[in-house]
């Protein structure tokens, strides 16, 4: 027996040097215990407060019920309500050319290159499949509904392409100073009656990764000025495009669209989210899927 307890000390002293490993194992089988979180909750003044809601000093806003209550002419339409490009016509309605304006450099390659990169199943400029923004003015002619929410002081529309928002002010205010305005792929509209017609002049979009029809680009001087009329007893919105950019081309590019009225749909959630895009003709990330699986994007048949 007395032999026997240098070994019983041996295993006493090992067991207990392990015992802190298997507690760790134990313990990283068990479910995770959660924390306690605390957070220090310091009041902001009010001029703080104030100081962080963007403003537009000297006008109110367009949803303030100061203007929305002023008294104005009667408007000679209302365009709330749903609307889709009307593409009767074919797919190809839904470009703004031809014809086209005299293109300076970029605006000839973009013809040149486009059609030769369709050839090859390939996409030109996928900036929208790259989840930016169309823009005005593709964003028109996406094969989505549009929502129109008419009030005295702005029309407010909202695309069922990615929930892209457009605002177009009527309470009589001017452009923002170019020296603070932020540059947006919809740009600042100001709008304004003229009979039975309204006009919208749209300023400040934003150029990058900005392109009409196949590819085109805009520049910093792009701008659009719209003719809006009601026909069909109120069922049809046609709208005559001028696109001005002294940069890129020569002169005005017009074009003429129309759009339905759609009383049976609505303007659901909508996100372009990049990784959903292998699975969508015409995009970079869809071409590169499409052509892994040895399929065209474009017609989904096997490539020759």
Not at 70 to 92: H, I, M, N, Q
Request: proline share 9%; aromatic share 10%.
């Amino acid at each position: 027996m007395i032999r026997n307890q240098p070994i019983a000390a041996v295993l006493l002293a090992s067991a207990l040097a392990l015992a802190p490993a298997f507690s760790a194992l134990a313990q990283e089988d068990a479910a995770p215990v959660q924390p306690e979180v605390t957070r220090e909750y310091v009041p902001l003044s009010p001029e703080r407060l104030e100081a962080m809601v963007p403003k537009h000093p000297g006008y109110l806003g367009a949803l303030a019920p100061e203007n929305l209550a002023k008294e104005r002419p009667a408007p000679p339409f209302d365009l709330t309500g749903t609307w889709f490009v009307d593409l009767s016509g074919g797919f190809a309605h839904f470009l703004f050319g031809p014809p086209y304006p005299r293109f300076g450099p970029e605006g000839i390659e973009a013809l040149i290159e486009a059609p030769k990169a369709q050839a090859r199943n390939e996409t030109y400029r996928d900036a929208i499949g790259q989840c930016y923004p169309p823009g005005m003015p593709m964003i028109m002619t996406r094969v989505w509904p549009h929502a129109f929410i008419q009030l005295p002081t702005a029309i407010y529309m909202i695309s069922g392409f990615n929930n892209s928002v457009r605002t177009i002010f009527l309470d009589g205010r001017n452009f923002s100073d170019p020296d603070f305005v932020v540059p947006g792929y919809n740009g600042e509209s100001i709008g304004h009656f003229e009979g039975d017609t309204l006009v919208v002049h749209t300023r400040y979009l934003e150029p990058s990764n900005h392109y009409i029809d196949h590819g085109i680009p805009i520049s910093d001087q792009f701008e659009i000025i719209e003719r809006i009329r009601m026909l069909e007893g109120g069922t049809v919105m046609e709208v005559e495009y001028e696109l001005i950019d002294p940069q890129m081309w020569e002169g005005e590019w017009k074009s003429t669209k129309r759009f339905n009225r759609a009383d049976y749909t609505d303007i659901n959630e909508s996100n372009c989210i990049l990784a959903y895009n292998e699975n969508l003709p015409g995009t970079d990330l869809g071409s590169e899927v499409a052509e892994e699986r040895g399929q065209s994007d474009i017609e989904g048949t096997g490539n020759d």
